[in-house]
């Protein structure tokens, strides 16, 4: 069955670095778009990031840009988030989704499926 599972979280320092990695299994992950969510204790789970499966386009949320990288490995079924210069305000925990071919611009979390159990980010001092 179709299967996502995140890993690579932790607590770091603020400035500190983190790699989050979605592991795929179960369907052809060379067709799918893989999207990253975070969600915040009382908030709304929002998108972080997503790239595309055919020409590897990629997309970021304003508040990561220039901070996270999107990549993939599609001979390892794996997505990476590379989060540098992290901040207390990205304390969450992350999830990956899965949707068909291309990103939706906005990353709307309504246009994705086949959710991972998600990974915890803590960044304190």
């Known amino acids: 069955q179709v299967q996502l599972v995140e890993s690579g979280g932790g607590l770091v320092q603020p400035g500190g670095s983190l790699r989050l990695s979605c592991a795929a299994s179960?369907?052809?992950?060379?067709?799918?778009?893989i999207g990253w969510f975070r969600q915040a204790p009382g908030k709304e789970r929002e998108g972080v990031s997503c790239?595309?499966?055919?020409?590897?386009?990629?997309y970021y949320a304003d508040s990561v840009k220039g901070r996270f990288t999107i990549s993939r490995d599609n001979a390892k079924n794996t997505v990476y988030l590379q989060m540098n210069s992290l901040k207390p305000e990205d304390t969450a925990v992350y999830y990956c989704?899965?949707?068909?071919?291309?990103?939706?611009?906005?990353?709307?979390?309504?246009?994705?499926?086949?959710w991972g159990q998600g990974t915890q980010v803590t960044v304190s001092s």
């Open positions: 989704a899965t949707r068909p071919y291309l990103c939706s611009v906005a990353i709307n979390k309504a246009l994705y499926e086949n």
């Open positions: 790239i595309s499966s055919s020409d590897g386009s990629t």
């Open positions: 179960g369907f052809s992950f060379n067709y799918y778009a």
